[in-house]
């Protein structure tokens, strides 16, 4: 029932969306420019999808180069695949608003506002548009977490969570989302403990993926106290979570993860999805320089110590490497 979703939503937390909720929507960077295959994002966090990522060889000017039809094909299929992932490959659900949703709150939206107006179709029935169901005017992004959630069932959602912690946080108006909405969209599971990196129930090894097999997209972060995350997905595509920040992490050749020959020296590009990048930051990867073993007899307060978190959270999966950030000013 949608009181049962809201609850799973907010807990004991006021069911309120904030305003920059309601307005969010899936919609990418204009075509043919150089973040052409990255999500435009307001305050609500975004993610990016790779159009060819998973083919060999890629060339970086590829994804460049895409028009407003690849893009659409590429969002349509990404939020597809994630549905169907959440309802573990039986079913996968697509939530529509049946009326207007009008703002009755001086604070944001009542959630109610969007459980009493949601209809609910399957994602292969005929006329049903993912890029146009999320697109601009249509409070795409809370559709598509109501979706995701109904394709997983509020019954599996509290089977995975197996406590009282709310999917959303609220805090001072902003609400964002909690690990177990982030595992919900990388891993089909709405389990903390798969981007904790503990061994879970249905996990056949300590990297918390399911049945030990790899997802396809995985999850760095940076955080010493935390343990190690989905360091080794299928595709070379990692979401990285820096202080409370989130951003893509990505390669464009799948040889990185299948051939060690490959893990010498790299590139991987860097989106943060924030207004302020205008450019996709390259990073080159070096696994076998010495200048960090170096680094670590230094003071804590020297030089080589200090480096960027997003460099630190590339060194949960590549213990040891240096980064190149080939003239970019680092950012994240």
């Given at each position: ?5 809201q609850?799973?939503?907010?807990r004991n937390s ?23 295959y990255g999500?435009?994002?307001?305050q ?38 994630t ?12 939530c ?5 949703v ?5 604070e ?15 994602a ?5 548009s ?69 061994r879970?129930?249905e ?16 999850f ?15 595709l ?12 893509v ?24 999805g ?33 480096r ?25």
């Amino acid at each position: 029932p949608p009181q049962r979703l809201q609850e799973l939503l907010f807990r004991n937390s006021p069911p309120l969306f904030s305003c920059e909720w309601a307005a969010a929507h899936f919609s990418f960077h204009q075509p043919h420019s150089d973040l052409a295959y990255g999500l435009e994002t307001g305050q609500v966090k975004g993610s990016h999808r790779v159009p060819g990522a998973g083919s060999r060889g890629v060339p970086w000017n590829r994804l460049c180069r895409l028009g407003q039809g690849e893009q659409g094909q590429a969002l349509a299929t990404a939020l597809a695949e994630t549905l169907w992932a959440a309802g573990g490959g039986g079913r996968a659900v697509v939530c529509l608003v049946t009326a207007p949703v009008t703002t009755t709150s001086p604070e944001g939206h009542r959630a109610s506002s969007f459980t009493e107006r949601v209809s609910m179709e399957p994602a292969s029935a005929s006329g049903i548009s993912l890029k146009g169901t999320f697109g601009k005017g249509s409070h795409g992004v809370i559709l598509f977490l109501y979706s995701l959630l109904f394709s997983r069932t509020p019954e599996r959602l509290q089977e995975d969570l197996g406590d009282t912690a709310p999917l959303l946080n609220v805090s001072s108006g902003n609400v964002t989302c909690t690990e177990a909405v982030l595992s919900l969209l990388l891993t089909g599971r709405a389990s903390p403990r798969a981007l904790g990196g503990g061994r879970d129930p249905e996990s056949g090894d300590g990297d918390g993926e399911p049945g030990g097999q790899r997802g396809p997209v995985g999850f760095l972060r940076w955080d010493p106290g935390s343990p190690p995350a989905l360091r080794t997905p299928r595709l070379p595509v990692w979401l990285c979570s820096v202080s409370g920040r989130h951003g893509v992490l990505f390669g464009t050749d799948s040889r990185l993860l299948s051939d060690w020959r490959s893990e010498r020296i790299f590139h991987l590009y860097f989106y943060s999805g924030q207004r302020e990048q205008t450019r996709t930051a390259h990073l080159t990867i070096d696994t076998h320089s010495h200048h960090w073993e170096e680094a670590r007899r230094e003071g804590p307060r020297s030089p080589g110590q200090r480096r960027p978190a997003l460099e630190m959270a590339i060194r949960t999966r590549w213990a040891g490497a240096t980064v190149s950030w080939n003239g970019t000013d680092p950012f994240f």
